[in-house]
């Protein structure tokens, strides 16, 4: 058959348009993108925070970039900075303490990558440059802490209670917002008194460390021990033993996380309470951020539904645990 030019014109434009059409078949079937940058491997909950993010890509999907900063924050920003030069389509991260992210954060909106917090919220002058938040009220985590202690006691000898406090890393939200939480609940009942308070990075060693300081300053003063989270305060209840004293009697333990290794000591009669802090953000954070990369409107703050665990159900509860 003879060709004519229009016949070769006509091939040339379906060839053209089936190109485009499969190029965009290709295209919508091309897996999310997300980059994640972890604060680092700290604690129990660190580590189920990211074996939930891990777990949930592989089940959705999703093609993880992962980086762990090791607790650095120049890390997490170098970190940013090469997930914006790979094109990511969506950049998620627990920054390591709230202030200094507006630079990198602009430069992610300049490059049209939308921004997902979780766990910790940032401190930045522009809201708009990250998408939405996932994550837990650590305000009110201190709050439900100094609520079971302002039930407690209740039952306690009339006089002055003296808490001393391990703090999380200094500058971070979960560290700022569970003290100013806690300090705001106990100032009802004026016997509640923190007579000392310092960081324990979140880590077991450094709350073991920073309480055996505690114990020589003020070892028969203390009647309470309050933990930024479940590490330190295991860490803590190394120490008190140590010295010759009985946690969770002796002297009151509390802690926020709700990890198995809390439960354990719970079971063990040497921690009081846990306040629960979920990690398991993973199934959440990739279905928000399909929605996001899909132009779907959500919230600017998503909140973790949580719970408040006294040592009297520790044993029935621990089988539940997931992490």
Same mark, same amino acid.
């Given at each position: 058959?003879?060709?004519?030019?229009?016949?070769?014109?006509?091939?040339?434009?379906?060839?053209?348009?089936?190109?485009?059409?499969?190029?965009?078949?290709?295209?919508?079937?091309?897996?999310?993108?997300?980059?994640?940058?972890?604060?680092?491997?700290?604690?129990?909950?660190?580590?189920?925070?990211?074996?939930?993010?891990?777990?949930?890509?592989?089940?959705?999907?999703?093609?993880?970039?992962?980086?762990?900063?090791?607790? *650095?924050?120049?890390?997490?920003?170098?970190?940013?900075?090469?997930?914006?030069?790979?094109?990511?389509?969506?950049?998620?991260?627990?920054?390591?303490?709230?202030?200094?992210?507006?630079?990198?954060?602009?430069?992610?909106?300049?490059?049209?990558?939308?921004?997902?917090?979780?766990?910790?919220?940032?401190?930045?002058?522009?809201?708009?440059?990250?998408?939405?938040?996932?994550?837990?009220?650590?305000?009110?985590?201190?709050?439900?802490?100094?609520?079971?202690?302002?039930?407690?006691?209740?039952?306690?000898?009339?006089?002055?209670?003296?808490?001393?406090?391990?703090?999380?890393?200094?500058?971070?939200?979960?560290?700022?917002?569970?003290?100013?939480?806690?300090?705001?609940?106990?100032?009802?009942?004026?016997?509640?008194?923190?007579?000392?308070?310092?960081?324990?990075?979140?880590?077991?060693?450094?709350?073991?460390?920073?309480?055996?300081?505690?114990?020589?300053?003020?070892?028969? *003063?203390?009647?309470?021990?309050?933990?930024?989270?479940?590490?330190?305060?295991?860490?803590?209840?190394?120490?008190?033993?140590?010295?010759?004293?009985?946690?969770?009697?002796?002297?009151?333990?509390?802690?926020?996380?709700?990890?198995?290794?809390?439960?354990?000591?719970?079971?063990?009669?040497?921690?009081?309470?846990?306040?629960?802090?979920?990690?398991?953000?993973?199934?959440?954070?990739?279905?928000?951020?399909?929605?996001?990369?899909?132009?779907?409107?959500?919230?600017?703050?998503?909140?973790?539904?949580?719970?408040?665990?006294?040592?009297?159900?520790?044993? *029935?509860?621990?089988?539940?645990?997931?992490?």
């Amino acid at each position: 058959m003879k060709m004519t030019r229009r016949t070769l014109l006509g091939a040339a434009v379906c060839m053209t348009l089936g190109w485009s059409v499969l190029s965009g078949a290709v295209a919508a079937d091309k897996p999310l993108t997300i980059g994640f940058s972890q604060v680092g491997a700290e604690s129990e909950w660190r580590t189920a925070n990211t074996a939930s993010i891990k777990d949930a890509a592989k089940k959705a999907g999703v093609n993880l970039k992962f980086a762990d900063a090791q607790q *650095k924050q120049e890390n997490q920003v170098k970190a940013i900075r090469s997930f914006i030069a790979q094109k990511v389509d969506v950049i998620a991260f627990s920054p390591v303490v709230e202030s200094g992210w507006d630079t990198v954060l602009r430069e992610a909106k300049a490059a049209k990558i939308p921004v997902i917090l979780t766990d910790r919220a940032v401190n930045v002058s522009d809201k708009s440059l990250y998408v939405t938040f996932i994550g837990s009220d650590f305000v009110e985590e201190g709050r439900r802490a100094a609520r079971w202690l302002l039930d407690r006691a209740k039952t306690m000898p009339a006089g002055d209670i003296n808490i001393v406090e391990l703090q999380g890393t200094v500058g971070s939200a979960p560290a700022i917002d569970r003290k100013a939480g806690f300090e705001e609940t106990i100032k009802t009942n004026p016997n509640l008194k923190i007579i000392r308070s310092q960081t324990g990075d979140f880590t077991r060693a450094k709350g073991k460390e920073v309480m055996e300081a505690f114990l020589k300053a003020d070892g028969k *003063k203390i009647n309470v021990l309050y933990a930024h989270n479940d590490d330190m305060a295991i860490g803590a209840i190394q120490a008190i033993e140590e010295a010759g004293l009985k946690p969770g009697k002796d002297i009151l333990v509390i802690s926020i996380d709700g990890v198995k290794g809390a439960f354990e000591a719970m079971m063990a009669g040497k921690l009081n309470v846990t306040v629960e802090c979920s990690p398991l953000l993973g199934p959440q954070l990739m279905s928000i951020a399909k929605d996001v990369k899909a132009g779907k409107e959500v919230p600017k703050r998503i909140t973790t539904e949580e719970g408040v665990f006294p040592a009297e159900v520790a044993a *029935k509860e621990f089988p539940n645990r997931k992490y």
